[in-house]
């Protein structure tokens, strides 16, 4: 459960970051506050996203703590949770790239 937690993390990730660019992108051509909305989104989405892996991965504590003393059924809601938001962000992608 923790393997897929912070694999659909590092996914999210990704997919937040081409967000972001793509949207970014877009305000520099249009200015528009839709896509400025989309890119704050993005952004604040991104931080999120990295703080949660850098913890998972990276954080000498609560790595530690992530892998070793965190209960069965809190990883099942956070592994569901972070799987919801790749499936979110997938369709969100496969629209703004169509």
Same mark, same amino acid.
């Given at each position: 459960?923790?393997?897929? #937690? %912070? /694999?659909?993390?590092?996914?999210?990730?990704? $997919?937040?970051?081409?967000l972001a660019y793509?949207?970014?992108? !877009?305000y #520099? %051509? /249009?200015?528009?506050k839709?896509?400025?909305? $989309?890119?704050?989104?993005?952004?604040?989405?991104?931080?999120e !996203?990295?703080?949660t /892996?850098?913890?998972?991965?990276l954080?000498?504590?609560?790595?530690?703590?992530?892998?070793?003393?965190?209960?069965?059924?809190?990883?099942?809601?956070?592994?569901l949770?972070?799987?919801?938001q790749?499936?979110?962000?997938?369709?969100?992608?496969?629209?703004?790239?169509?």
């Open positions: 459960m923790g393997r897929v #937690a %912070r /694999l659909a993390t590092g996914v999210n990730v990704l $997919l937040v970051a081409a793509v949207w970014g992108r !877009n #520099a %051509r /249009l200015r528009s839709r896509t400025l909305g $989309l890119l704050l989104f993005s952004l604040f989405l991104l931080a !996203n990295g703080l /892996l850098y913890y998972y991965l954080d000498s504590d609560l790595s530690l703590w992530y892998s070793t003393q965190v209960p069965t059924v809190v990883w099942q809601a956070t592994m949770l972070h799987v919801l790749t499936v979110g962000l997938l369709f969100l992608a496969w629209i703004t790239w169509d």
